[in-house]
Structure formats: C-alpha cells, structure tokens
C-alpha cells in the first residue's frame, strides 16, 4: 500500500549514543515532516523538508539533525541521544498541485526511549 | 502565529449518544483545518479536513466538523457514539498561504465511550 513508512517501530538508547529514524514515502510527495508526540503536548514539528535539497527548523530542532537524501527519503539523526528524546516521532509527507493542497500522511510511528 | 486550543483533554460519553470534541483556532491568516484520530499504538489517520468551500465537511466513521469563522472554531460531531470511537482526537491547522508547511496541532482529546 502506498504511503509513508518508517524505521525501526521500537528503539532504547542509552544517554548520549547516536541512531538515526528512517522514513520513505511513495506517494511522489514534494515535502515531508519529523514530529515529536509527548503526552498531553500533542506532536510538535522537528523540521521539514518543503522539498528535496532543503530543510527547516520547526518548534524544537534542538538535539536533532535531518538529511533530505532524495524526494522519497527523509531522516532524522540523534548525535547524543538524551532522556529528554524519548518520544514517539512520526514522519508524515504532503503535495500540493496548483493551488490545491492534498493534506498529510503520516507514517506509523517510532518509539523511542533513552535511559 | 497560529494556534490550536482543544477544550477538554478528556471527554466521556455514552453509546449512542452524540459525540462533540470542541476545536478552536487563532490564525493570521485563512487556515486549512483537519481532525485526526489517534487509537492506541498507532499512528495518525485523517477524518476530515477544511480547505475551501462548504464549511461543513463529512469526514469518515460517521464524523462531520463545522469551520465557524466568526468563533475561531472547528467542532468535531458524530450524531450516535460506537465503542469503536474511542481513541485521541486532534485538531490541527496549516495557513493556506503559499509556502507555508507547519501543521499546527492542538494538545489532543482522548475519548471514552461508556457501555
């Protein structure tokens, strides 16, 4: 099924080790999205990619880095994971064709915990 | 600036009875509005979305939200509740400026259905 997949589902990191999120999608998608689910802070943006060859700032980049490697394939890259990161981290992807805008997809999640 | 406030972190209703998640939004500009549904482990998966026209969209599972410019707000309703329903609703906002990218979620409202 076409759609935005992303890897591994599950990880544990000790405090200060690296690991990088994958995510790909298929849909032919111009920009895609790293975002960060906490409890009750509903998800906040990373960065972003509007499209291939750029990326941005979102809400909390602090602590991340990204690397938008192609149109399908965007990640995102912990140098020293803390406490802080764990999270549940979604990647999502969206289009918008002449004025019109197609929404988001989201991936299914990465959950990450840091001790 | 944008952002999105859900009343309510936690909403109970009966089955059967009508379902009413509260969405309200401040933007600098006409915003592209969407709920989506959260169950548990999972990731996002859209119910409806406002961009142009009819402010009174139909979503999937029997939902339907109204965008409300004069109050800032985006309610979700679902006339009779299912068991099934239970999950975490959000409420989210992207400007509908060209060039802008960020989705904007409100913190989440996790609904319970009684027997």
């Known amino acids: 099924n076409a759609g935005v997949t992303q890897t591994p589902k599950f990880q544990v990191l000790k405090t200060g080790q690296s690991m990088t999120l994958q995510c790909a999608q298929d849909?032919?998608?111009?920009?895609m999205y790293w975002y960060r689910q906490d409890p009750g802070m509903g998800l906040r943006l990373i960065y972003y990619?509007?499209?291939?060859?750029?990326?941005d700032k979102g809400e909390v980049p602090n602590g991340y880095n990204v690397s938008r490697l192609n149109k399908r394939e965007f990640s995102l890259r912990l140098e020293s994971a803390a406490p802080s990161q764990t999270s549940v981290y979604f990647c999502?992807?969206?289009?918008?064709?002449?004025?019109?805008?197609?929404?988001?997809?989201f991936g299914s999640g990465t959950r990450l915990t840091v001790v | 600036a944008q952002s999105v406030t859900q009343l309510g972190s936690h909403v109970s209703v009966s089955e059967g009875a009508l379902v009413l998640l509260r969405c309200n939004y401040s933007?600098?500009?006409?915003?592209?509005l969407f709920w989506y549904v959260q169950y548990p482990n999972q990731g996002l998966q859209l119910l409806l979305k406002?961009?142009?026209?009819?402010?009174l969209v139909k979503g999937i599972n029997g939902f339907e939200a109204e965008f409300k410019k004069s109050e800032t707000s985006f309610h979700l309703t679902k006339p009779s509740a299912h068991m099934s329903d239970a999950a975490e609703y959000f409420c989210?906002?992207?400007?509908?400026?060209?060039?802008?990218?960020?989705?904007?979620f409100g913190k989440g409202t996790k609904l319970s259905v009684i027997p």
């Open positions: 849909m032919n998608h111009n920009s």
């Open positions: 406002y961009t142009t026209g009819a402010t």
């Open positions: 933007s600098s500009v006409p915003p592209y």
């Open positions: 990619s509007a499209s291939e060859g750029t990326t």
């Open positions: 989210a906002l992207k400007p509908s400026e060209a060039g802008s990218y960020q989705l904007t």
């Open positions: 999502a992807s969206s289009e918008a064709i002449r004025g019109v805008f197609y929404g988001y997809t």
